[in-house]
């Protein structure tokens, strides 16, 4: 069950509407990086999470109701960067220089049509569920995997992705009251990277790997579990580092550099099936 207060979760003002950051702030609500993304991520985690504790889905119903919060945020920047926006090639040509600059020369009715068709023709100067190209969010980056451990790596991602675009986003604009809003989100990905990694913490940390700890380590090859496969064609050993010797991560095995060469044999498949639709040739 939810509950809905009118109230914004921080405050949204705009000093100088400008349509083309409303497109940009489009990637922020319905991008792979985006608040639609990261809230149905944590909603699926939380209802399938399992666990001696309701505690995990408990924190992940919370920071996905928050983000709900962030959506209606970002829905009501971009109106409000839209409330003066032109509605026509006239209008527009007024503000071909500046728009120009920031979509990189395109020609106005491409930017018309890119930036501000969706906006007031299919929403009357209002957000919609897509990223700053007008692609709708489909869930196809939705991480649920069932493991929490897993499940909380993926968050990491998310939010640090998240975090990218909101930076850019404060970069790109000088409006103030942008900037503000803009610095709440960046302040709460912040936090939200923080938390996912302390219930990998409270989950074991690095003795969680490798996920799912629940398959014994004894029975996976044990010739190759801890080498770096190195696949230059010339045979050039990588660069040293971390990942190529001393101790995983894990404590338990050995960094090593492993010469990537075939394993096995060139796979030879019988013939075509009779029903297969293929050439007679084929079937031979």
């Not at 609500?29 to 999470?49: D, L, S, T």
């Not at 209606?72 to 500046?98: C, H, I, R, Y």
Request: charged share 20%; with cysteine; glycine share 10%.
């Amino acid at each position: 069950m939810f509950y809905h207060d009118k109230r914004l979760q921080y405050p949204v003002k705009v000093d100088a509407p400008d349509p083309a950051f409303a497109r940009m702030l489009q990637q922020a609500i319905g991008g792979v990086e985006g608040e639609i993304r990261v809230a149905m991520q944590y909603f699926f985690q939380a209802w399938g999470a399992r666990g001696p504790t309701n505690k995990y889905r408990d924190m992940l119903l919370h920071t996905a109701t928050e983000e709900m919060g962030h959506i209606e945020m970002l829905a009501t920047a971009v109106a409000l960067n839209l409330e003066k926006a032109p509605t026509s090639a006239q209008e527009q040509g007024a503000a071909d220089a500046v728009v120009g600059a920031v979509m990189g020369g395109e020609n106005p009715r491409h930017v018309i049509e890119g930036m501000l068709q969706r906006h007031i023709l299919s929403t009357g100067m209002a957000a919609y569920p897509a990223n700053a190209d007008g692609v709708p969010f489909d869930m196809s980056h939705i991480y649920a995997s069932g493991n929490l451990a897993a499940d909380m790596y993926c968050n990491v991602a998310a939010e640090s992705t998240g975090r990218v675009l909101a930076v850019r986003l404060y970069n790109a604009t000088q409006d103030p009251g942008m900037k503000k809003m803009l610095h709440f989100m960046i302040a709460r990905d912040t936090m939200h990277q923080q938390q996912w990694l302390a219930v990998v913490e409270e989950l074991g940390g690095a003795a969680a790997f490798p996920i799912p700890n629940s398959f014994p380590q004894s029975e996976e090859d044990q010739e190759h579990n801890y080498d770096f496969f190195a696949t230059a064609v010339d045979g050039t050993p990588p660069q040293d580092g971390r990942w190529t010797h001393g101790p995983s991560i894990d404590g338990r095995g050995e960094f090593s550099v492993f010469q990537n060469t075939p394993l096995g044999e060139e796979p030879v498949l019988g013939p075509a099936r009779p029903d297969s639709a293929a050439q007679t040739e084929q079937m031979g």
